[in-house]
């Protein structure tokens, strides 16, 4: 008999010892399953083969051929894809799609940080999405030290609008 899988998933009707005959039927229908299985999953699905170039294509002979490939484009990129390798790569997304997006669910861990070479942190955006260089904070509008020191300016501004200048005082005339 010639396996279902993997155009299809065959049922099998449980056997009772002492109550069922086992015909070698049944058990061939096991066999031819499980090579089945074998041939679709292939024979280096444990190791690392991501030798050559990506292929987008629709269908594989193996599941290991299909990893295979996916190793190929995680390993040398893949040319528009929705990911990047960690060097020398980048992203240019779509007008009005988010090119990375990064959000904390718990903690206070940054989620971005830039280093030198000695690993001194340089440039951050903290667990609030707040941009930092090193702790110190970066001034933005709309950024709680930013409304801070325009509200103390417009204060020092309204200060001396009410106390003119007057140089003739200075003279001592």
């Known amino acids: 008999m010639v396996a279902q899988y993997p155009s299809s998933i065959r049922s099998f009707t449980p056997k009772v010892d002492l109550v069922d005959t086992v015909f070698a039927d049944h058990v061939n229908v096991l066999q031819d399953e499980t090579r089945a299985l074998q041939v679709s999953l292939g024979t280096t699905l444990l190791a690392s083969t991501y030798l050559g170039s990506f292929a987008q294509t629709g269908t594989w002979s193996s599941l290991s051929a299909r990893l295979t490939n996916i ?6 990129g893949v040319t528009n894809a929705p990911y990047f390798r960690k060097s020398g790569d980048v992203i240019s997304p779509a007008s009005g799609t988010v090119g990375i997006s990064a959000r904390t669910t718990a903690g206070s861990a940054n989620l971005i940080e830039t280093r030198n070479a000695a690993n001194t942190l340089r440039f951050n955006v903290d667990f609030d999405g707040l941009p930092k260089v090193g702790t110190s904070e970066v001034l933005y509008v709309g950024g709680t030290s930013y409304n801070t020191l325009n509200t103390k300016l417009t204060a020092v501004e309204t200060i001396a609008k009410g106390n ?9 005339m």
């Open 164 to 172: 003119r200048f007057d140089p003739f005082l200075l003279a001592g």
């Open 71 to 76: 190793e190929a484009g995680l390993v040398t």
